[in-house]
C-alpha cells in the first residue's frame, strides 16, 4: 500500500463509520429519539390538555428532525434543528422554558457531539443564548476547545453571530412558581420530594443515512440550584455521548450523571461487553444510576438506529420514529 492509499485508508476509518458486521444489512433506514425530560409524572400530573400541547411539541420536533434525516441531511443538523425547536417552546426546561437559580435567574447548559469523529461542544451556564444547542455546535466547528462557560461562552457565540435574547425571555409563570414552591420545600426540609420541581431537559440523539450517529442535549439545569451550578447536560460522556456505533442524551439529577459517566458508560459497556445498547442502558439506569439514589432516563440509538429509552423516574417525555418508519411519542411509564 501506498503511503498515499494508506493515509487515505486511515483517514476513512477516523471519518467513517464501522462496516456492519457479515449478514447485516449495511444501509438501513436513519433513525431518531428525543427525549423533554425525566421525572414524577404520574397519570393525573397533567390535565388532557397540557398532555395533548406536550404530545404535540414532540411530535413537532420529531418531523422536524425526521425530514432533515429523510433528506440525506446530517445527524449533526437533525439534533440541532430539533432541539432548537424544543428550546423555543416554553413546555420543556431548555432555551425558553428554562428554569430558575436559587437567585431568580436562569443559567443555561448545552453540548453536542460527533460520533464518528467524536468532535464535540459545549456550552455552561450561558444567559441570554437564544439557542445553547447552537452555540455548543459552534463551539465544536468554529472554535479549538471542547466546553466554553458563562461570559466567554456569550462573547464567543456573539462572535459568530448567534441570536441572543433579553434575559426576560426566559421568564416564564410557570417556572417562576416551580421555584417558589422548591424555596419552600427546601425550607421545610423535604426538597428532594418531588423531581418534577427540579427535572427537565430535552435531548436528541439521530443516525443519518450514511450511519452517523450525532446527540445533543440543552437544559436549564435543576430549580432552585445554585448560581454556578454547572449539570451533566453540558459534560461529555455524562450528559451527552456518541461513537460510531452508539449515542446516549441524559436527563435526570446532574450531579449524579456526572459522577457516574451515564452517558459514556452507556455505550462503554455495549461495545466492551458486547452487549445490545438497550441492555446497557438497563443495567446502567436500574442498576447504576438507580442503585447510587439517582433518578432520570437516558435515550440512545444503536449502530442501526434502534430506539433505546430507559428511565428510573415515573415518566419521561420522549418520542422516537419506530422500525416502520411512524413517529411515536409517550409520556408516562409503560
Ligand atoms: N440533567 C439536568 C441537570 O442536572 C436536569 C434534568 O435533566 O432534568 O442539570
Request: net charge negative; charged share 25%.
Amino acid at each position: 500500500m501506498s503511503r498515499l492509499t494508506a493515509a487515505a485508508a486511515l483517514l476513512a476509518a477516523l471519518l467513517l463509520p464501522a462496516a456492519a458486521p457479515a449478514g447485516e444489512d449495511p444501509t438501513p433506514p436513519p433513525g431518531l429519539v428525543i427525549h423533554g425530560g425525566a421525572g414524577s409524572i404520574d397519570r393525573g400530573d397533567l390535565t388532557p390538555e397540557e398532555e395533548a400541547e406536550y404530545r404535540a411539541a414532540l411530535e413537532a420536533a420529531l418531523a422536524t428532525g425526521w425530514a432533515i434525516l429523510e433528506a440525506g441531511g446530517s445527524s449533526l443538523d437533525a439534533v440541532e434543528k430539533t432541539i432548537r425547536q424544543l428550546e423555543d417552546s416554553p413546555l420543556f426546561n431548555a432555551g425558553r422554558g428554562a428554569v430558575f437559580t436559587a437567585d431568580g435567574r436562569n443559567e443555561l447548559d448545552a453540548s453536542i457531539m460527533d460520533g464518528v469523529s467524536r468532535r464535540a461542544g459545549a456550552v455552561a451556564g450561558v444567559t441570554t443564548l437564544k439557542h445553547p444547542i447552537s452555540a455548543a455546535r459552534a463551539v465544536m466547528e468554529r472554535s479549538k476547545h471542547v466546553l466554553l462557560a458563562g461570559d466567554g461562552a456569550e462573547e464567543f457565540a456573539r462572535s459568530v453571530g448567534l441570536e441572543t435574547v433579553p434575559p426576560e425571555y426566559f421568564w416564564t409563570e410557570k417556572r417562576w412558581k416551580a421555584l417558589e414552591r422548591a424555596r419552600e420545600r427546601e425550607r421545610l426540609g423535604r426538597a428532594e420530594e418531588d423531581e418534577t420541581l427540579y427535572l427537565g431537559t430535552v435531548g436528541a440523539v439521530a443516525r443519518d443515512r450514511a450511519g452517523r450517529i450525532a446527540a445533543g442535549t440543552s437544559t436549564g439545569g435543576m430549580t432552585n440550584k445554585r448560581h454556578g451550578r454547572v449539570g451533566d447536560s453540558p459534560i461529555i460522556g455524562a450528559g451527552t455521548y456518541a461513537d460510531d456505533g452508539c449515542g446516549v442524551s441524559s436527563t435526570g439529577h446532574g450531579e449524579y450523571f456526572i459522577r457516574y459517566s451515564v452517558a459514556h458508560d452507556v455505550c462503554a459497556r455495549s461495545r466492551y461487553l458486547g452487549i445490545g445498547v438497550r441492555e446497557a442502558a438497563r443495567e446502567v439506569i436500574a442498576n447504576v444510576l438507580g442503585g447510587a439514589g439517582g433518578k432520570g432516563g437516558v435515550i440512545a440509538l444503536d449502530r442501526r438506529g434502534r430506539p433505546v429509552l430507559e428511565f428510573n423516574t415515573a415518566g419521561m417525555y420522549r418520542g422516537w420514529i419506530d422500525e416502520g418508519g411512524k413517529p411515536r411519542v409517550a409520556v408516562y411509564g409503560e
